[in-house]
Nanobody
Framework: QVQLVESGGGLVQPGGSLRLSCAAS????????MGWYRQAPGKERELVAR??????RNYADSVKGRFTISRDNAKKTVLEMNSLKPEDTAVYYC???????????WGQGTQVTVSS
């Protein structure tokens, strides 16, 4: 079994910062990429940031310059979120792409709320 455990969500004021972490465990080998998606109420799930094994990163246009994704080790990713805006409010999901078939695994989600 594969588990993705997310942490770091919460309530923050506009302009504030949060740090999300995601650790993968279990029978997961050859991680090819790790990333974060988010889903706000009434909206579709969207890619926030992604990082490959080679270190290539891509970001949603709405978070460029404010969010930074990194890999702490082979099975852990961190999303640093700065200058948060109310429109960043959403459930954030960690995702891992692994193996020869690029199978996707998902975390349970962590709530981020940006509000004064």
């Amino acid at each position: 079994q594969v588990q993705l455990v997310e942490s770091g969500g919460g309530l923050v004021q506009p302009g504030g910062s949060l740090r999300l972490s995601c650790a993968a465990s279990g029978s997961i080998w050859s991680i090819n990429a790790m990333g974060w998606y988010r889903q706000a109420p009434g909206k579709e799930r969207e890619l926030v940031a992604r990082i490959t094994n080679g270190g290539s990163r891509n970001y949603a246009d709405s978070v460029k310059g404010r969010f930074t994704i990194s890999r702490d080790n082979a099975k852990k990713t961190v999303l640093e979120m700065n200058s948060l805006k109310p429109e960043d409010t959403a459930v954030y999901y960690c995702t891992v792409t692994a193996g020869l078939t690029n199978k996707d695994y998902w975390g349970q989600g962590t709530q981020v709320t940006v509000s004064s």
